[in-house]
Structure formats: C-alpha cells, structure tokens
C-alpha cells in the first residue's frame, strides 16, 4: 500500500525561505525554535528582490517572505504558518502559542492583529520603497524612509501600549510565551532601527528584554542568521 504523500514528506527535512531582517520569517523562526523543529534555511534577499522570481513565484504567489515547506505543504503567511505549526505540534514538553480559552486567544490574536496588520505592513520594504521614489537626493530618500516608518512604528505602539497594560504579565499575555510575543519582538527591533523613542513604551519594552533573553528568541536574531549582514 502506497503511503500518503504527506506522511513521506515528514521524513524530509522542513525547509525555510527567509531573509535575516524579515519581522514575517522572525516569526516563524521562533515558532520552529519552540516546537523544536529542525529546518534548512534558504535565504531570499529581500533588497536584490530575490523574492520577485517567477520560481519562487510558484512557492509564494505573493512574492513575499517567509515561506514554509513542511509535511508535503508549501505554507505562507506568517500567521498561518504558526497557527498550522501549534494545531500539528503542540502538546507534551511543547508549549502551545495560543491559550486554551476563547478570551485568552482573542487577547493573543489582537495583539497580533495590532503588529501584523496594523503596524508592519505600513512600514515593509515594498511601502518604503514607494515613499523613498519620491525623493531624487540618496540622503533625502533616507530621511524620508526614517520619518515614515518612526511615525507608524509609534502611532501603533501607542495602541499596542494599551492593549498590553489590560494584558502582559511577564509577557504579552499573561506568563506564558505566545504567538503575540513572538510578533512583537521583531517589531521592536524595528522600533529601534527607526529610531522611535522606546521611553515612551516601558511595557513593550521590559516584555522585548524578557523575551530577548530566552533562547528560542535568541537563535532566531536577525544577527545568527547565514544571510545576516
């Protein structure tokens, strides 16, 4: 008798595309981290638009990062992917990344809707891109790049700020790691890469600091990746 597709494929190794700097595949990399999921790493550079290619095209209709090959699927869309990792491998010594009520997982969801659609999208690479053709002067498409992402990045943390306070206990919400946590860290580091004034936000700042000093947070830094540059 023939073996299913997908049960063959659990034999290879899980492989993803990423890009060092990509707050989506930060994500991910965590998820894999904490559900103990060994993977190959295949970068895409988002800057030479190595994502664009009509090959990985096929892998990623959007043309966008990260993108998941596990258990004979081809699997996209941050959220999705650790939606599908938690409901697969959860259980045991692995921890869940929602909680097991309604509230608690509306609460998770929220925060990740706050980051993921309402702060990251604004400030990706293909918006930024849009903003900086506008100006002809290399130092005036920096300045403008800058200004942009800074006024989204704190217009959204003054949001999420409130979100956490009727949360966070050690972390976004309550004391155990969720799939929030492991949006907001990547966010964070693009706070500070835009220069946004981080003293304003002392909760997203000691949850970041928390979570930053926990292994599975630490191996997927931007820093440890092969592409990191």
Excluded at 4 to 25: E, G, M
Excluded at 161 to 184: H, I, M, N, P, W
């Amino acid at each position: 008798m023939t073996e299913p597709a997908t049960k063959k494929a659990k034999v290879s190794k899980p492989v993803l595309y990423s890009y060092w700097r990509s707050s989506c595949s930060w994500r991910v990399r965590v998820a894999l981290n904490m559900k103990k999921i060994g993977y190959e790493y295949v970068a895409k550079h988002l800057v030479k638009a190595e994502q664009l290619s009509s090959e990985y095209a096929e892998k990623n209709p959007s043309r966008e990062l990260p993108t998941l090959e596990i258990d004979g699927l081809c699997l996209n869309q941050s959220m999705a992917i650790i939606q599908y990792l938690d409901e697969t491998r959860s259980g045991g010594e692995l921890p869940s990344l929602f909680p097991s009520t309604p509230e608690g997982r509306y609460q998770v969801r929220r925060i990740c809707d706050i980051i993921g659609t309402g702060i990251q999208p604004i400030q990706n690479l293909r918006v930024l891109l849009k903003v900086m053709q506008f100006k002809e002067d290399k130092d005036e498409k920096t300045k403008a790049k800058i200004a942009w992402g800074k006024h989204w990045i704190d217009l959204g943390f003054q949001s999420l700020e409130k979100a956490l306070s009727q949360t966070a206990g050690k972390y976004c919400v309550g004391d155990s790691v969720t799939a929030a946590d492991l949006f907001l860290v990547p966010q964070v580091y693009n706070a500070n890469r835009f220069k946004v004034d981080m003293s304003k936000f002392p909760i997203i700042s000691r949850i970041d600091k928390a979570l930053n000093e926990l292994e599975d947070f630490k191996n997927a830094h931007p820093s440890q990746m092969p592409d990191a540059q």
